[in-house]
Structures are given as structure tokens and as C-alpha cells.
């Protein structure tokens, strides 16, 4: 968890969004001893959920309904 909280308080800047979203689902994966992990977001227009970061062996992008 201090991992977590580290990777969240430590952002550098506006452009440092995805970087730090990015820090945050690997210290996430590392927590729960996880190989893989995802951040999905919904398409406002579509209602489908849009993978904008996967981690791990399993890198397709794709989209859920």
C-alpha cells in the first residue's frame, strides 16, 4: 500500500498523467502479486470500456461491451 501511495504523490506535472497512472497499475500489480493488469476507461460516446494501459505478458488492446 505505501507503494501505491508513493506512486500517487509524486506526480511531476499535467503531462505526467498517463505516466503516473501507469506507475500506479505496476505498484498495484507488485501489491497483489499479479502478473498482469489493465487500466480501463468507458468511450463516453459508445458506452464501451477502452483498455488505455495493460501491463504484463497479455498486451492486446481491445474494447469491452
Known amino acids: 500500500m505505501v507503494t501505491l501511495i508513493e506512486a500517487i504523490e509524486s506526480p511531476t506535472g499535467?503531462?505526467?498523467a498517463l505516466g503516473l497512472l501507469?506507475?500506479?497499475l505496476e505498484s498495484a500489480i507488485r501489491?497483489?502479486?499479479a502478473r498482469d493488469g489493465s487500466l480501463l476507461i468507458p468511450?463516453?460516446?459508445t458506452g464501451e470500456?477502452?483498455?488505455v494501459?495493460?501491463?504484463g505478458e497479455d498486451?492486446?488492446?481491445t474494447r469491452l461491451n
Open 59 to 61: 498486451r492486446k488492446s
Open 22 to 24: 501507469a506507475r500506479v
Open 49 to 51: 470500456l477502452v483498455f
Open 53 to 55: 494501459l495493460v501491463q
Open 14 to 16: 499535467e503531462s505526467e
Open 43 to 45: 468511450d463516453e460516446e
Open 31 to 33: 501489491a497483489i502479486g
